[in-house]
């Protein structure tokens, strides 16, 4: 999946399991790219592979107002 994000702009990652399930937050270089890496049969490869649905998923996009990596 790595690669994946790499090749359609990908920024940022995290990801953590909930109690309803997971939760995983991306920042893009657009709304787009992210668009693009969904549709990606490497990403649809490894959903499946995982035995996860892509009905299982909910997919929300916001306009990032500010970004910061503490160092």
Do not use: C
Not at 22 to 47: C, H, M, T, Y
Request: zero cysteines; proline letters at 3%.
């Amino acid at each position: 999946m790595s690669e994946v994000g790499h090749d359609h702009g990908l920024i940022f990652h995290a990801a953590t399991a909930t109690d309803e399930g997971f939760l995983v937050i991306n920042v893009w270089e657009s709304k787009d790219g992210s668009e693009a890496a969904a549709r990606d049969p490497r990403r649809q490869a490894s959903l499946q592979a995982a035995g996860l649905d892509p009905s299982q998923i909910r997919r929300e996009h916001y306009e990032l107002e500010n970004f910061e990596i503490a160092t």
